[in-house]
């Protein structure tokens, strides 16, 4: 009875924090972040906007870096989380074609640990890539390791990351 | 903020230490002498603050050149932030070696995997042992494992068996939880941990909790009597029934709704299934 009653108090779902620094730019920019689950949708097809997966938008500043934020809730922690950050013009990019504005295009390998708080945090590089015609992403997607991805409240935070994992294990998971 | 600092000197282990500094500390010196013994006020503090095994540390080996490989290796290792390497080599080369640089970046690896305990026991055998850390690093790893300690919770467990102890086992290290005598273990807040108790003659269980910072929280431990074939216990029966009805109650309307974690206020949020 005690162990049923105790273990109610740890969640059974999963959050996901997502944390990337942009750096300036000098045309206005506006970013629409977009995130999928990795079982349903591929980088291969336009990702319309949802009422269930609603893009994200953020001006892009001129004169220091810009953080773009989201935070992902989840039942199920065995699944993948597709990240797209689009550059668009300040009005955004609905009407352009789906290559009509670069794109950069992330895949987190389970970034997902039951009961915990995961943090992903990084810096992209200074410029954007170029658009690709014919893609909907305009380079290879990166993927981004489980083990690249950390929890709890250590001061790696403010710093990109990798080596969460001991001998194979994730330390979010010990 | 630079989570790095290197520190070249001349010759032996320490010629190429790195000291990963992610508070900004100023970097210790070694030691060029045995110091003396910490003054009374000193040890009255890490006293309440350390626990007994780690008030003594292996000598420095005299070898120079012991546990340098594996030293280098942990500072490949944390120059790359693979913390998770970084700890195992810097406690292979502490092993040969002795080296207090070595204990201290391991220390400090921890700490930035946020393993609070491990990096704590670490500062505090830094702190205590006079054989083997200088003044300097003694005084940084004293404030640093108070910093760490903070992020400790503790877990009171007592056993309800009356003829028997319990083994209780979290990750992988066995505590004796003798009968009816209370037993402190000390977790890291904020991780969700799976603790497994069986005793002789009695059903293994689990329990998972996630303790806050500075939590301490005391639970008894009652295990279920093992019969070799269920229907013998009409008791057990009653339990587990009283288990199912109030465990579906429990957890569905306070664990589901109250416990679940949220997306973090202020930013966009999606649910993923």
């Known amino acids: 009875m005690v162990g049923i009653a105790l273990m109610t108090g740890c969640a059974d779902n999963a959050v996901f924090d997502l944390e990337i620094t942009l750096p300036p730019s000098s045309a206005p920019t506006t970013i629409e972040l977009d995130v999928r689950p990795g079982g349903t949708e591929g980088f291969d097809v336009d990702w319309a906007p949802t009422s269930a997966f609603p893009t994200a938008r953020f001006e892009l500043a001129g004169d220091r870096p810009t953080r773009v934020l989201e935070s992902i809730v989840a039942e199920s ?23 009509a504005a670069p794109v950069t295009c992330l895949r987190f390998e389970r970034p997902f640990h039951r009961g915990v708080r995961s943090i992903y945090r990084s810096t992209l590089g200074e410029e954007p890539p170029p658009p690709a015609p014919g893609q909907f992403c305009s380079q290879p997607p990166r993927t981004v390791t489980r083990c690249e991805v950390g929890c709890g409240d ?14 194979g294990a994730h330390v979010c998971d010990s | 903020m630079p989570v790095a600092d290197v520190r070249r000197a001349a010759g032996g282990l320490e010629l190429a230490a790195l000291l990963l500094t992610a508070a900004s500390l100023p970097l210790p010196a070694l030691a ?3 110091p003396g013994p910490l003054p009374v006020r000193e040890e009255a503090t890490l006293s309440v603050l350390c626990p007994d095994s780690t008030r003594t540390a292996p000598s420095p080996s005299t070898d120079r050149q012991l546990g340098r490989p594996e030293f280098l290796l942990g500072v490949a290792a944390a120059e790359d932030e693979r913390w998770g390497d970084a700890v195992t080599q810097f406690r292979a080369s502490y092993a040969l070696s002795g080296s207090p640089i070595a204990l201290y970046n391991m220390a400090l690896a921890f700490r930035a995997l946020s393993s609070h305990r491990r990096a704590r026991d670490a500062f505090c055998t830094l702190a ?11 005084e940084e790893s ?33 505590i004796d939880l003798a009968s009816s005598a209370p037993q402190e273990v000390e977790l890291d807040a904020d991780r969700r941990y799976e603790l497994l108790f069986d005793a002789p003659g009695y059903q293994t269980s689990a329990l998972e909790l996630m303790l806050s910072q500075g939590e301490r929280r005391e639970t008894a431990i009652r295990l ?50």
């Open chain 2, 128 to 138: 205590q042992d006079a054989r083997i850390a200088d003044a300097d690093m003694r």
């Open chain 1, 154 to 167: 250590g001061d790696w935070h403010d710093v990109p990351t990798n080596g969460f994992c001991i001998e």
């Open chain 2, 32 to 34: 060029q002498e045995t």
């Open chain 2, 224 to 273: 279920l009597p093992a019969y070799e074939r269920l229907e013998e216990s009409p008791a057990l029966w009653a339990i587990i029934g009283g288990v199912l009805l109030a465990g579906a109650v429990v957890a569905g309307v306070v664990g589901y709704f109250e416990a679940q974690l949220d997306a973090t206020p202020g930013r966009p949020m999606v649910q993923f299934p």
């Open chain 2, 142 to 174: 004293r404030t640093l494992a108070a910093s760490e300690a903070e992020r400790v919770a503790s877990l009171v467990l007592t056993a309800e068996q009356p003829d028997h102890g319990v083994n209780v086992t979290v990750e992988g290290d066995v």
């Open chain 1, 77 to 99: 922690i065995e699944q993948d989380a597709l990240v797209r950050i689009r550059f668009c013009p300040p009005a955004g990019c609905a009407g352009l074609a789906g290559d």
